[in-house]
């Protein structure tokens, strides 16, 4: 009898330690389970940054856009006005009217014609300054100077006539994306422009 007894506490001890075995698993299977939560958390909550921070470089992209597009619908009046002209232009001032580049003030909302509370936007970057002028208003657009020749405009500068360059402009916007994140650019800009 004394065997058939020690039999039965050997099988006794082996189901308590399958038990504890069994435990001890699926309490790691936990604990991974929720370490790969917490990963696919953190994951989507890197994803939604660097989705709100692309936002916000492409709001400020669509600034530069819109500052290249008034220039070029200004070439015209521009080129009639010399260099003067060029120097002091400013689609950020509000001499003579409103000023036509958006300010952080009055933002410029981008995609439908109803712009919601969380639209993507841009503005001008309000530390635009002057580099030789420290004193000087803020300015989305600023004239910089001359540049290269225009490629195939090189002949009449040597035939006597007007000489056509790159009139060089510095760009100062804001990106703003919905999540609050904010992109400043700065971009240089070329236009074809004849200098006597």
Not at 66 to 85: E, K, M, N, P, S
Not at 137 to 155: E, K, T
């Amino acid at each position: 009898m004394r065997k058939t007894t020690v039999r039965h506490d050997e099988r006794r001890d082996q189901r308590g330690a399958a038990l504890l075995v069994t435990v001890l698993l699926l309490t790691l299977m936990g604990i991974i389970g929720m370490a790969s939560i917490d990963t696919v958390r953190r994951d989507r909550q890197v994803a939604g940054y660097e989705s709100r921070a692309q936002t916000a470089l492409y709001a400020g992209e669509a600034g530069v856009a819109f500052a290249l597009g008034l220039i070029r619908r200004d070439a015209q009046t521009l080129a009639q006005g010399g260099v003067g002209a060029l120097a002091s232009y400013n689609p950020s001032s509000s001499a003579g009217g409103t000023p036509e580049f958006p300010s952080i003030a009055n933002p410029r909302a981008l995609g439908n014609d109803f712009p919601a509370p969380g639209s993507p936007s841009f503005f001008m970057d309000p530390d635009a300054e002057n580099p030789k002028d420290s004193g000087a208003a803020p300015q989305a657009v600023r004239y910089l100077g001359r540049g290269q020749p225009c490629s195939g405009w090189i002949m009449s500068a040597s035939a006597g006539g007007v000489q056509w360059a790159n009139a060089l402009w510095d760009i100062r916007v804001s990106g703003d994306s919905p999540g609050g994140n904010n992109v400043d650019i700065q971009a240089v800009g070329a236009n074809c422009h004849p200098y006597n």
